[in-house]
């Protein structure tokens, strides 16, 4: 099955450095990319959708210049978190949809997730 | 609106017991849905995927229903283990493809 690669799996910053989060369609081309964002024990929330070569769309309440996207190729996403605060401490998954006609280009394929913890 | 509801809200079972997980949803025009398994500090996992046209599929101890007319779907777990316990999250994709709804989970605890 589709490979969704998430690096890092966690990371620990001090607050105000900026930390990058890869995401990677290992055995396949994604043209579209996922980044959602999960609390404890809440569900995962969408943060952005990214179509490569393209700027990324938000959803309502994401702030685009504190999370930085960029799809650049079929096979890779990074989502960079600027000036990170303890608040922005939380669980960052990606997704992965591949192109092509029909029922797979709706499949999403996750990544493991990266956990994020700002001190 | 679209929205995808999910009951119970959390589970808690005996080892080798059977349960059934339920959604409900009103996204629509429906395209498939989907269940998924997230194991803590973990991405989801993809258990069953069904269009409107399948009712049930299996996945080993995992076998998902659809009523595409009631809009509603189960997720049953056979003799349950304790590597079970997890969320489980329902999710559906409506047209354009860009609609995906997901569920708030259940939460499965399995105990021995």
């Known amino acids: 099955g589709a490979v969704v690669s998430q690096h890092p799996s966690w ?7 900026s930390v990058k989060i890869e995401c990677r369609s290992l055995d396949f081309q994604a043209t579209t990319m996922f980044w959602y964002r999960q609390f404890p024990k809440q569900s995962l929330m ?18 685009k210049d504190k999370f930085l996207i960029n799809h650049a190729s079929l096979t890779l996403s990074t989502l960079t978190v600027t000036s990170a605060h303890p608040e922005d401490s939380s669980f960052y998954i990606c997704s992965a949809r591949m192109g092509g006609g029909g029922f797979a280009k709706n499949i999403q394929y996750f990544g493991a997730g990266t956990r994020l913890s700002v001190l | 609106k679209n929205q995808v509801e999910q009951s119970p809200q ?39 995927i ?9 996945n080993g101890r995992y076998t998902a229903t659809l009523d ?8 049953h777990i056979t003799a349950s283990q304790l590597s079970d316990s997890a969320s489980y999250i329902c999710v559906v994709s409506g047209l354009p493809l860009d609609k995906v709804i997901f569920g708030p989970g259940t939460s499965l605890s399995v105990i021995p």
């Open chain 2, 10 to 48: 959390s589970l808690i079972i005996l080892e080798g017991k059977n349960c059934t997980l339920q959604c409900n949803y009103t996204v629509s025009p429906f395209s498939n849905l989907r269940w998924y398994k997230q194991d803590t500090g973990r991405g989801p996992v993809s258990l069953t």
């Open chain 1, 46 to 63: 969408l943060m952005a959708t990214s179509n490569e070569g393209s700027k990324a769309t938000y959803e309502q309440g994401v702030e």
């Open chain 2, 68 to 75: 595409a007319d009631t809009k509603q779907s189960s997720l």
């Open chain 1, 11 to 17: 990371v620990i910053c001090k607050s105000g450095t």
């Open chain 2, 50 to 58: 069904m269009t409107f046209s399948e009712n049930t599929k299996s």
